[in-house]
């Protein structure tokens, strides 16, 4: 079986960020809601919030998005976004897992053909989050809660922060870009 993060690995780019700034163009108006996205900016750099909270000050804004038009909108013109050495080697069977909203990625795996997406569980109408963060740590337990002990042959980031999952995995790969290297080469 062979993992993949989404956002900087098979994804060039933060998806979720390009999510919100594809919608503050289309509905500059998004702008109402920067105080609150700062004010949790401000809280989780003095170390006063958690990451989760943190990215539900920053998914504040979906409370004025049509969520589903936008999503599929999105995904017409960001598909080609993902990177070509993926494409070249996906298989139907790859796991992606990313802490990106599952809401945003689901319509993309879909299109790629893939049956296999953890993700974190928001809601698309408020961006509350309704479970942890899927991030570091909280990878390998949402992977464990559905496959458990399940072998990875090979699992692909573009970030140390997945350590915990390369852990697990025969063969880990650092991307970045459209180089992939050896994790253990990166040390």
Same mark, same amino acid.
């Given at each position: 079986?062979?993992?993949?993060?989404?956002?900087?690995?098979?994804?060039?780019?933060d998806?979720?960020?390009?999510?919100?700034?594809?919608?503050?163009?289309t509905?500059? +108006?998004?702008?109402?809601? +920067?105080?609150?996205?700062? /004010?949790?900016?401000?809280?989780?750099?003095?170390?006063?919030?958690?990451?989760?909270?943190?990215?539900?000050?920053?998914?504040?804004?979906?409370?004025?998005?049509?969520?589903s038009?936008?999503?599929?909108?999105?995904? /017409?013109?960001?598909?080609?976004?993902?990177?070509?050495?993926?494409?070249?080697?996906?298989?139907? $069977?790859?796991?992606?897992?990313?802490?990106?909203?599952?809401? &945003?990625?689901?319509?993309?795996?879909?299109? &790629?053909?893939?049956?296999? &997406?953890?993700?974190? $569980?928001?809601?698309?109408?408020?961006?509350?989050?309704?479970?942890?963060?899927?991030?570091?740590d909280?990878k390998?337990?949402?992977?464990?809660? &559905?496959?458990?002990?399940?072998?990875?042959d090979?699992?692909?980031?573009?970030?140390?922060?997945?350590?915990?999952?390369?852990?697990?995995?025969?063969?880990?790969?650092?991307?970045?870009?459209?180089?992939v290297?050896?994790?253990?080469?990166?040390?």
């Amino acid at each position: 079986m062979n993992v993949y993060d989404f956002d900087g690995t098979i994804y060039n780019g933060d998806s979720s960020i390009d999510f919100y700034l594809f919608c503050l163009r289309t509905d500059p +108006l998004l702008i109402r809601f +920067l105080p609150h996205q700062m /004010k949790g900016f401000l809280m989780y750099a003095l170390n006063q919030i958690d990451k989760t909270l943190f990215k539900e000050h920053f998914f504040c804004f979906l409370n004025g998005v049509d969520t589903s038009a936008q999503v599929s909108a999105f995904w /017409k013109l960001k598909e080609s976004r993902i990177m070509g050495w993926y494409l070249a080697q996906q298989d139907e $069977e790859d796991v992606i897992i990313s802490a990106s909203p599952r809401f &945003l990625l689901q319509p993309i795996c879909e299109r &790629l053909g893939k049956q296999n &997406l953890i993700a974190s $569980e928001v809601d698309k109408k408020t961006g509350k989050f309704l479970g942890p963060n899927c991030f570091g740590d909280e990878k390998v337990h949402r992977f464990q809660e &559905l496959f458990g002990k399940a072998q990875i042959d090979n699992f692909y980031s573009d970030s140390k922060a997945d350590l915990p999952m390369a852990r697990l995995a025969r063969h880990a790969f650092l991307v970045e870009g459209n180089k992939v290297r050896d994790w253990e080469a990166m040390k």
